[in-house]
């Protein structure tokens, strides 16, 4: 049984960090692509970030670029989102999800991840 599993997620003060897993069991994440979304209330679910399955590109939306890096370790069926420099704005509940590879132009299309996990809320307030 495929299952992803997320945690880290938590109450942060503005400029602040936190680190998020991804726990895959039931299958080997080597060869997936693994992608984070997030959704915030009211808002539609989407795209943050993909680390490709050898761990040699991510892609990142704009909103992101320099502040989050995701990553993964294989011998730990484990992928990371490192976020740093927490925005207000980065409050979300957010997912981790699989795909068969990170495409450069279509990395956040959410039709193209067939397993999702359960989410952890990252809040960042004063």
């Known amino acids: 049984q495929v299952q992803l599993a997320e945690s880290g997620g938590g109450l942060v003060q503005p400029g602040g960090s936190l680190r998020l897993s991804c726990v895959a069991s039931g299958f080997t994440l080597d060869y997936h692509g693994i992608g984070w979304f997030r959704q915030a209330p009211g808002k539609e679910r989407e795209g943050v970030a993909c680390v490709s399955s050898s761990d040699t590109s991510t892609y990142y939306a704009d909103s992101v670029k320099g502040r989050f890096t995701g990553s993964r370790d294989n011998a730990k069926n484990t992928a990371y989102l490192q976020m740093n420099s927490l925005k207000p704005e980065d409050t979300a509940v957010y997912y981790c999800?699989?795909?068969?590879?990170?495409?450069?132009?279509?990395?956040?299309?959410?039709?193209?991840?067939?397993?999702w996990g359960q989410g952890t809320q990252v809040t960042v307030s004063s």
């Open positions: 999800a699989l795909v068969l590879y990170c495409s450069a132009h279509g990395w956040s299309r959410r039709e193209d991840y067939n397993y």
